[in-house]
């Protein structure tokens, strides 16, 4: 079985995030870039599949700018067995439509059985990638899981989904996003990051896609950003130490914003 | 007059009020044509009516909402290419951004999320976005297809435009090929108080609180408001709570006009989930905790005294009354 797992680099989430004025992409040189910690349980959840299924090879694929590679590194360390990693200059500024275009025929090209992503970046927090590439690769779409089995050419999912919960089946070939729920993903282990160094990672141009330029980046995107406007928060951030009187003072101060 | 596709969240015709503010953006776009799938679709006709729906589009068969997400986005589509909207409008919820993917990528329209406000400007559609927790405000414009925009609740104040919908029935799509298949469907046991991502105020507690039994005390509180209960991570995985009533990253994303979080330290991934609240109080008794950072009012001490008296406070002036 061929697992895919999407790993996606976003800025440190403590780092303030900004959009860079004139074109509206985000600052990426503002903030250190780290793994989309939602996607830790995706490679957790690929190695323990792996685990049980014999003759499982798990693939770590990402799209993104040169220091993107280190989140494939990271992947391979824990102990995914290959790394792709697609990077152009021309990918720069692509929204969620040009993003499921590009990744769809990298995972096409890898050859797949499951793709297993995160269930949102952490930092577009969009959550829309994984049922755009299930819709892109004619793959079942199984979202959102909490628990998943593969059981020889099927699989099922435990879906939570909003304030209710879904047992799912699907037939493989199938896309599954996991919620942070469904495991605890391990640290790499000193063996795993020196295996990590001999694994076979593969580096693809828009072009090895077989997708034009005009239809990728800025150009191919269905959206645009036309402004954006810091707003700081405007909190009063008020602190007081109880002493006492605290009960009081929340009521006073929530009926003088009308809130009671 | 062009149409504006809503899809409509409901559970068995009980209408999400995200649905409404919906409707009401629509509203300001063209005719709000509201769409909807799954067992009581039909029972929801009234109360979209109520929010200026000229029409429903009801398909009930259960063969649309038994194939996870492709078969709403099969119906969809179809819809879509039939009556070239202006827009389609799904509400913001984890399915929600679901089915505006799909559809986005079969219909070949831009997608965006977490819209607050859509407008036209020169005869194209702009919308606007809460970016980062709503530290950036990040206007958009939708360069090919149909727009397909997910609607964040509490972005606006729904209002009423009653009119007496048409009802239109579809007929169920035919959905070929490999799909998710639902088997069963298990509800959050209903709690008597509002939907978390609905409620005008929330009343969360996390670690602080302590103990199952002590979540009573936030539970009062919440009833002596009228608001919904909310937890953080910690609580809900220390079982305190279901995991339906976590708020943050990887919980619900809740914008109330008031959210009080009690013993709470104020995690990214829980800010991520609550600071577009309009109003934050949080009692805290750690005066070096992150929550005060992002609190209108924050209050040091402990959360065993301070809550119920608050709550009393909050009784004592709704007796008054
Ligand atoms: C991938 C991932 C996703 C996550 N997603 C979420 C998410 O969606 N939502 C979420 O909430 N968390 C999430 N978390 C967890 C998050 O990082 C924090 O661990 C969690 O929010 C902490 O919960 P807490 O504030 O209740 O607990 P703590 O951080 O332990 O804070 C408890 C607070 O209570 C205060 N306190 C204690 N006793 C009292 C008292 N008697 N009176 C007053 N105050 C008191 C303490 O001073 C402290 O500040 C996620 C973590 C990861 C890794
Ligand atoms: N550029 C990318 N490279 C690899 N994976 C990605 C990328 N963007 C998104 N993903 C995956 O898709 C999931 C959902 O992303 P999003 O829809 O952007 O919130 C993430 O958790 C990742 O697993």
Known sequence: ?260 | MSQVLVVVDHLDGVVSRPVLEALTAARGLGEAVAVAVGSGSGAAVERLGEYGATEVVVCEDPSVTSVLVAGVVELLARLVGERAPLAVLVPSTPEGKEIAGRLAVRIDGGVLTDVVEVRWDGGELRAVQAAFGGSTMVTSRVRRGVPVLTWRPNSLAATPAPVSPRVTEAPAPTISGGHARVRATRMAAASGRPALTEASVVVAGGRGVGSAENFRLIEELADALGAAVGASRAATDAGWLPHTAQVGQTGATVSPDLYIACGISGAIQHLAGMQTAKTIVAINKDPEAPIFQVADFGVVGDLHTIVPQLTAEIRARRVQE
């Not at chain 1, 909003?162 to 089946?169: A, I, L, M, S």
């Open chain 1, 1 to 260: 079985m061929r697992v895919v797992v999407l790993v996606k680099q976003v800025p440190d989430t403590w780092s303030p995030k900004r959009l860079r004025p004139g074109d509206f992409l985000l600052d990426r040189a503002a903030a250190d870039g780290v793994v989309n910690e939602l996607d830790t349980y995706a490679v957790e959840e690929a190695l323990r599949i792996k685990e049980k299924h014999d003759d499982t090879t798990v693939i770590a694929l990402t799209m993104g700018p040169p220091p993107a590679v280190e989140v494939v590194r990271k992947a391979l360390q824990m102990g995914a067995d290959e790394g792709v990693h697609v990077v152009d200059d021309a990918l720069a500024g692509s929204d969620a439509m040009v993003s499921s275009l590009v990744l769809a025929a990298a995972i096409e090209r890898i050859g797949f059985d499951l793709v297993i992503t995160g269930v949102e970046s952490t930092d577009a927090r969009m959550g829309v990638l994984p049922a755009m590439l299930a819709e892109r690769l004619g793959a079942a779409q199984a979202t959102l899981a909490a628990e998943v089995k593969v059981d020889g050419r099927e699989i099922s999912v435990r879906r939570l989904a909003g304030g209710r919960e879904f047992d799912v089946v699907a037939p493989l070939p199938a896309v599954v996003s996991v919620v942070e729920k469904i495991n605890e993903p391990r640290y790499p282990s000193f063996k795993g990051i020196m295996a990590a160094k001999s694994k076979p990672l593969t580096t693809l141009s828009a072009a090895d896609l077989g997708l034009d330029s005009n239809r990728v980046g800025l150009a191919g995107s269905a959206t645009e950003v036309v402004a954006a406007e810091e707003r700081s928060a405007e909190r009063a951030r008020v602190v007081i130490h109880d002493e006492g009187d605290a009960a009081a003072r929340i009521v006073e101060f929530l009926a003088s914003r009308k809130l009671l």
